[in-house]
T-cell receptor, first 114, second 111 residues
Framework: DGGITQSPKYLFRKEGQNVTLSCEQN?????MYWYRQDPGQGLRLIYY???????QKGDIAEGYSVSREKKESFPLTVTSAQKNPTAFYLC?????????????FGPGTRLTVL | GEDVEQSLFLSVREGDSSVINCTYT??????LYWYKQEPGAGLQLLTY?????DMKQDQRLTVLLNKKDKHLSLRIADTQTGDSAIYFC???????????FGTGTLLAVQP
């Protein structure tokens, strides 16, 4: 089956710890994205990557880091510098990096900081 | 930059039609999308419309686009309890070429 997988589904972290969220896709898409969703708000773009070994900051990149060493994978690290990390994190991919390329989403990871 | 707005909540009875509305600000937006999010899940692409179209129909879904008023709507015919979810409108920001999301509309279908 082709699709986007995110793991884990639920993640708990203590304050001051870094944590990495996984996102994998087997759609052969060039572009991948990370969004953050908070209750009652739309999705906000954290980082995106249009091609392997390249990525750009989105609207709320502070306190986050990413890597894109493989086409299939785009892990997101939530660092201790992120002041309010508790949220639902969604990964997406699209065939190309053009804004007009339709984005397809994974099932999400809910991160809770204790 | 692009701003996308939606009402927060809509309640309908099973079997009725639902109409979810969305407004956007960037007249150069080329593609407009509707996504559905069920509780605790990711976003599922429902449909999209090109800016040179006025209407698109796909089974129970009808999308209407009024470019002059920058207004987009999603009509769901014969709404079922399984349609209960949050519906997001999204538009491509013409200047940034990024996908900008509305806050989402929670659709509650009463049996």
């Amino acid at each position: 089956d082709g699709g986007i997988t995110q793991s884990p589904k639920y993640l708990f972290r203590k304050e001051g710890q870094n944590v990495t969220l996984s996102c994998e896709q087997n759609l052969n898409h060039d572009a991948m994205y990370w969004y953050r969703q908070d209750p009652g708000q739309g999705l906000r773009l954290i980082y995106y990557s249009q091609i392997v070994n390249d990525f750009q900051k989105g609207d709320i990149a502070e306190g986050y880091s990413v890597s894109r060493e493989k086409k299939e994978s785009f892990p997101l690290t939530v660092t201790s510098a992120q002041k309010n990390p508790t949220a639902f994190y969604l990964c997406a991919s699209s065939i190309g990096g053009q804004g007009t390329d339709t984005q397809y989403f994974g099932p999400g990871t809910r991160l809770t900081v204790l | 930059g692009e701003d996308v707005e939606q009402s927060l909540f809509l309640s309908v009875r099973e079997g009725d039609s639902s109409v979810i509305n969305c407004t956007y600000t960037d007249s150069s937006s080329t593609y407009l999308y509707w996504y559905k999010q069920e509780p605790g899940a990711g976003l599922q692409l429902l449909t999209y419309i090109f800016s040179n179209m006025d209407m698109k129909q796909d089974q129970r879904l009808t999308v209407l686009l009024n470019k002059k008023d920058k207004h987009l709507s999603l009509r769901i015919a014969d709404t079922q309890t399984g349609d209960s979810a949050i519906y997001f409108c999204a538009a491509i920001g013409g200047a940034t070429n990024k996908l900008i999301f509305g806050t989402g509309t929670l659709l509650a279908v009463q049996p």
